[in-house]
């Protein structure tokens, strides 16, 4: 069972990625998913998660700005992030979530310059 969470990179303010989470050993789309980051001297913090009713969330910093989804025929969640800004830089982290399971990805670490 695992999470690869992959895309990260430097970019420049007002620039975007792509993340990538892909998960092997279970079936996402059973699970609520999200995106959490944890910035240099920080807690983690949640970004975005799509719940398992289907109702999506998303922190006020990053509203309008990133989108999350999935693409359950290949098992993976993604986050794309407009817009960036120097203080998105964190290393960002996918986890899933379902009754008596919670896993998480390594981490991808997102950099914005100014």
């Known amino acids: 069972v695992q999470l690869q969470a992959s895309g990260g990179g430097l970019v420049q303010t007002g620039g975007s990625l792509r993340l990538s989470c892909v998960a092997s050993g279970f079936t996402l789309d059973y699970y609520a998913i999200g995106w959490f980051r944890q910035a240099p001297g920080k807690e983690r913090e949640g970004v975005s998660v799509?719940?398992?009713?289907?109702?999506?969330i998303y922190a006020e910093s990053v509203k309008g700005r990133f989108t999350i989804s999935r693409d359950n025929a290949k098992n993976t969640m993604y986050l794309q992030m407009n817009s960036l800004k120097p203080e998105d830089t964190a290393v960002y982290y996918c986890?899933?979530?379902?009754?008596?399971?919670?896993?998480w990805g390594q981490g991808t670490l997102v950099t914005v310059s100014s």
């Open positions: 799509i719940s398992s009713d289907g109702s999506t």
């Open positions: 986890r899933a979530r379902g009754i008596g399971y919670d896993y």
